[in-house]
């Protein structure tokens, strides 16, 4: 009994020490979050199809405190504003291409998977059923 009741202890105390906790913990300040990610995307029409994409390079970055969520690379790309959330941070910007005409609203939220990773769904406000699911993993 005395055993069993040490190895409950000592499970919980590994079950509550902050490293354990680090890593599901709620989603750290912005700032915590600036640097390059890989991002992953799978495109969704809104007519049953869906375009899954190689990874891209993404970036968080801070200028004052404000706070950046930009697609770097690519033909197709985002760049946008980032607030914190409870669980991640929201996004709003617009959707560009470099080398044409292609500009338009988008929104979206990110949700913090632990990891140093995120997932998001971002879609022009207009076409909520046109939308990408965003998978952003810290490098």
């Known amino acids: 009994m005395k055993s069993s009741l040490s190895l409950m202890i000592f499970t ?16 750290q300040p912005l700032q915590a ?16 199809e869906k375009y899954t994409y190689p990874d891209f390079r993404c970036e968080i970055s801070q200028q004052g405190d ?21 669980n991640g941070f929201s996004f709003n ?23 140093n990773q995120f997932t998001g769904e971002i ?3 207009s076409e909520p059923h046109d939308y990408q699911i965003v998978n952003l993993k810290k490098l």
Request: glycine letters at 12%; proline letters at 5%.
């Open 12 to 27: 919980s105390l590994i079950a509550l020490s902050p490293s354990a906790l680090a890593d599901k913990a709620s989603p």
């Open 33 to 48: 979050w600036v640097g390059h990610y890989s991002c992953s995307l799978t495109q969704f029409d809104g007519l049953g």
């Open 66 to 86: 404000s706070y950046t969520l930009e697609k770097t690379s690519g033909s197709q790309r985002f760049r946008g504003k980032i607030t914190a959330n409870e």
């Open 93 to 115: 910007g617009i959707f560009f291409c470099p080398w044409g005409e292609c500009t338009s609203d988008l929104t979206g939220v990110y949700t913090y998977n632990g990891n």
């Open 123 to 125: 879609h022009a406000p």
